[in-house]
């Protein structure tokens, strides 16, 4: 039997375990940031789409390096050809209104899914359970930020999972077998039908190769472009993006790292003969695509 002094020494690691515990998830890390901006696709067609990827990298080079007097080095190169597809059940469309999106990336005959939760809380991001038990699995918490209609700054924090696949996918058994911690937390049966939004494949070119020297992190600036089929040599893409990112596992980042992002993004957003006024964010183009997939 224990002593009333063990009993206390007990009680008092237990709780020193319980409070350590509360403590990580109440402080949830942001392992990346990464900032958004839409382009006018009308800029861009495919045959040409290298060059004028290129056009647009110099001018935002010189935007950036007399915004923040640091260097912003190296060209764009076509480095990822993929098919991207998002699934989610007909006409109720469950995964959305569990604020989740689902996604399909294919590239040189592999499949890798993803689960996104996000939120404007970072917290209420964090706590979603998007615990996997593949051992391949990657896991992130984000934030992504990217500009309004007013050129006001939003910010969605995305909690995801990125696993390999080969599963065959429709149904949402391929979702719960991928995502443990989701099938544990929402219950949805197995046997609900999953089908590709707007039955679109998308052929999405992405473009890397520069970087933003922010001080002690750099920022791998890319561009990323889709097409809703394969493209001839004078189609457009629906969706032109550029995007910049850096990372730190432990969410170490400086007040002039982050100083330096924002004031990179500010001169990016004023470049406004190259940026969109109206586009869609590539989720909401997905789902506005075919705008009775969930009606009811």
Not at 38 to 49: E, G, I, M, R, V
Not at 50 to 56: D, E, K, M, Q
Not at 66 to 77: C, D, F, L, P, Q
């Amino acid at each position: 039997m224990k002593t009333a002094s063990q009993a206390m020494m007990s009680f008092t690691l237990a709780s020193s375990a319980l409070l350590a515990s509360c403590a990580a998830q109440a402080n949830p890390v942001e392992t990346s940031r990464e900032y958004k901006l839409l382009l006018d696709p009308s800029h861009f067609n495919y045959a040409t789409q290298s060059t004028t990827a290129n056009n647009y990298l110099t001018d935002a080079k010189q935007a950036i390096s007399n915004a923040i007097s640091r260097n912003v080095t190296g060209s764009w190169a076509l480095t990822k050809t993929r098919q991207v597809a998002f699934y989610d059940t007909p006409t109720s469309c469950q995964l959305k209104q569990l604020g989740y999106i689902f996604r399909n990336r294919t590239s040189d005959g592999k499949s890798e899914v993803t689960l996104k939760f996000r939120s404007p809380d970072r917290f209420i991001a964090n706590f979603e359970d998007l615990s996997s038990t593949d051992n391949q699995a990657d896991t992130k918490l984000e934030a992504d930020i990217s500009t309004d209609i007013n050129n006001g700054i939003r910010i969605v924090y995305s909690h995801s999972t990125t696993t390999p696949n080969t599963r065959t996918l429709n149904d949402m058994a391929d979702v719960n077998s991928h995502f443990s911690g989701f099938a544990d937390a929402y219950g949805l049966s197995n046997n609900l039908t999953l089908a590709k939004v707007g039955g679109l494949t998308i052929n999405e070119y992405v473009f890397e190769g520069s970087e933003i020297d922010l001080g002690s992190i750099d920022a791998s600036l890319e561009l990323t472009l889709w097409y809703t089929s394969s493209p001839s040599a004078s189609q457009q893409p629906v969706i032109a993006e550029v995007s910049f990112k850096y990372k730190d596992p432990n969410g170490n980042y400086t007040a002039k790292v982050v100083q330096r992002a924002k004031l990179a993004f500010d001169a990016m957003a004023q470049m406004s003969a190259w940026n969109s006024t109206s586009s869609l964010t590539k989720t909401a183009f997905i789902y506005a695509a075919t705008p009775n997939f969930c009606s009811q």
